[in-house]
């Protein structure tokens, strides 16, 4: 995995700056290879014009390749169609799309919602706001002693009452994976609509959403290699066919008259206005570029990264470490006894470690837990044993100079 590191020229950049860069912030987003940069660039630079109208090269050319995204992105995730392909901005786009245009036609005074005790904000403050502006309610499913969904009680809250339950594949905070085919299962024998929050998962297993069977699910392409500015829902073809676009505009319709518009098929319905070109095209030479590395590969470098960082953070005294047993994820948080995560964050940064401090979009989360935040560090491919070394020897150096 570390000759892969030389595809990232931010690593040489900040090596000749003299400034040492070591990366440990990857649930908040991924660095990115030079060929998702060319890919990018050589757009503009190549064969720039809007999608979808012209008939001109580059039209044709930037058209063929925004299609082709669409397509990489399909086989990524294992959908049956394009049509179940629709781009958004991101993760929380996504999430917001399904709320306003899914659920709140169909939420009713007396209606529920479940999400969980784990879900970053974006899979939890769209839902309450729905719930709240209907008179519905909005239920967490806890998390158990060992810091996992509690499976019995969340099956205990399958009723006819709940209309969609919204879930994270993985928790951004500690790195708890979910059972989303049991999950997901069980949801659809109460009839019961499921949305994944995927924005975790892609570097950590393959996503297969027929598989998996759920009926939306939503990740960001800024973390998973690719550009900032783009993302993707997944819905099954029945359920976006009969939801109404969120926006409307220009590139979402059939035929327009003085009194009625005709809107166009899947995905075009979707996505009214100048698409985000650029986004798409990233993303594609993102998901190739995963591809040749293999996702499992990468999702299993990640996993023993963590399982050592988990080794050597534990031989430190006063350091509590959060779901450490966690399986197959990159994502583990700690605090320090006496020491303020803020503090730890800024002294590591200080020797070129980043990490991140702070609640990570989770206050659910960090109530239950009675803590006002962690510091998290999250592993990807150009990250290494070496550098979880020189975390461990930093952090005795902060307990050192703190305590
Ligand atoms: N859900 C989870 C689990 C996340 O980790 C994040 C990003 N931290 C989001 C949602 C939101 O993603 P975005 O900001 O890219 O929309």
């Not at 020229?9 to 440990?24: D, H, V, W, Y």
């Not at 729905?130 to 996992?148: F, R, T, Y």
């Not at 085919?181 to 609509?193: G, R, V």
């Not at 990570?360 to 962690?374: E, F, R, S, V, Y």
Request: glycine content about 8%.
């Amino acid at each position: 995995m570390q000759s892969l590191k030389s595809e990232f020229p931010i690593f040489e950049t900040a090596r000749k700056e003299g400034r040492p860069l070591i990366f440990l912030d990857n649930a908040s987003t991924t660095q990115k290879p030079q060929c998702v940069i060319d890919a990018v660039s050589g757009f503009y630079a190549g064969y720039y014009a809007n999608v979808g109208r012209g008939l001109y090269w580059p039209a044709t050319a930037a058209s063929f390749n925004y299609d082709r995204a669409r397509e990489k992105v399909r086989a990524f995730i294992g959908a049956s169609s394009k049509k179940e392909v629709i781009f958004t901005s991101g993760t929380t786009d996504a999430v917001n799309k399904v709320v306003n245009t899914f659920l709140l036609p169909r939420l009713e005074q007396g209606d529920e919602v479940l999400v969980s005790e784990m879900e970053h904000h974006s899979n939890f403050v769209p839902w309450q706001q729905a719930c709240q502006s209907k008179g519905a309610k909005l239920k967490v499913i806890p998390l158990d002693a060992g810091l996992n969904l509690d499976l019995s009680k969340f099956a205990a809250m399958l009723t006819d009452k709940v209309k969609i339950l919204a879930i994270t594949a993985i928790s951004n905070t500690l790195g708890m994976k979910n059972d989303l085919k049991s999950i997901i299962n069980l949801a659809h024998q109460h009839n019961i609509k499921v949305f994944v929050d995927a924005a975790q998962l892609p570097l950590s297993e393959k996503i297969n959403v027929q598989n998996m069977d759920c009926d939306f699910l939503a990740f960001s392409g800024h973390k998973v290699f690719g550009p900032t500015g783009i993302g993707v829902l997944y819905g099954k073809q029945v359920l976006l066919q009969k939801m109404s676009p969120l926006a409307y505009g220009g590139g979402m319709v059939q035929q327009v008259s003085v009194d009625k518009t005709m809107m166009a098929d899947l995905p075009a319905k979707h996505e009214a206005g100048t698409p985000n070109i650029a986004g798409t095209i990233g993303l594609a030479a993102a998901i190739d570029f995963i591809n040749s590395v293999g996702v499992e590969e990468i999702g299993r470098h990640g996993a023993e990264l963590r399982k050592y960082a988990v080794k050597r953070l534990s031989e430190i005294e006063g350091l509590t470490l959060f779901a450490k047993d966690a399986k197959s994820t990159a994502i583990l948080s700690f605090t320090m006894e006496g020491i303020h995560p803020h503090d730890i964050a800024a002294f590591l940064a200080e020797k070129g470690i980043a990490v991140r401090a702070g609640h990570h979009c989770t206050h659910p989360l960090m109530q239950k837990l009675d803590i006002a935040g962690t510091v998290r560090v999250s592993f990807n491919i150009y990250n290494s044993e070496e550098e979880v070394d020189l975390l461990k020897n930093t952090l005795v150096e902060i307990r050192s100079f703190f305590l």
